[in-house]
């Protein structure tokens, strides 16, 4: 299965990720798996299901991008590149919050 997501490698990647498509929501997967194919299942899944309504970047955690937004724990999502979402394993939470933003990410507070 494709991984619908673009590899953020410097702070000049980042910056043109969150300026792409302003309406867009975006998410950024940080992982520890040091490459694609590595990727789990889940997150290929959710970038397929996903990839018309929801932007996706990943990093790798030697990437100087986890030290910029200071990730230490993996894997973990960043939305709209300000809410931090601490991602286990469970499936059904994780869809409920991607349905939730494929609104308007504006008006979304996820804790």
């Given at each position: 299965?494709?991984?619908?997501?673009?590899?953020?490698?410097?702070?000049?990647?980042?910056?043109?990720?969150?300026?792409?498509?302003?309406?867009?929501?975006?998410?950024?997967?940080?992982?520890?798996?040091?490459?694609?194919?590595?990727?789990?299942?889940?997150?290929?899944?959710?970038?397929?299901?996903?990839?018309?309504?929801?932007?996706?970047?990943?990093?790798?955690?030697?990437?100087?991008?986890?030290?910029?937004?200071?990730?230490?724990?993996?894997?973990?999502?960043?939305?709209?590149?300000?809410?931090?979402?601490?991602?286990?394993?469970?499936?059904?939470e994780?869809?409920?919050?991607?349905?939730?933003?494929?609104?308007?990410?504006?008006?979304i507070?996820?804790?």
């Open positions: 299965m494709n991984i619908y997501s673009v590899e953020l490698k410097n702070a000049k990647d980042v910056k043109l990720f969150q300026e792409s498509n302003p309406k867009v929501p975006k998410i950024i997967y940080f992982t520890d798996k040091e490459k694609k194919d590595k990727f789990p299942p889940l997150f290929r899944a959710i970038t397929a299901n996903f990839r018309h309504t929801i932007a996706f970047a990943h990093v790798f955690s030697t990437s100087p991008v986890a030290n910029q937004f200071n990730i230490t724990k993996f894997p973990q999502f960043i939305l709209n590149g300000n809410e931090k979402i601490e991602i286990k394993s469970n499936l059904t994780m869809i409920e919050r991607l349905n939730m933003i494929k609104g308007d990410p504006t008006t507070n996820i804790k």
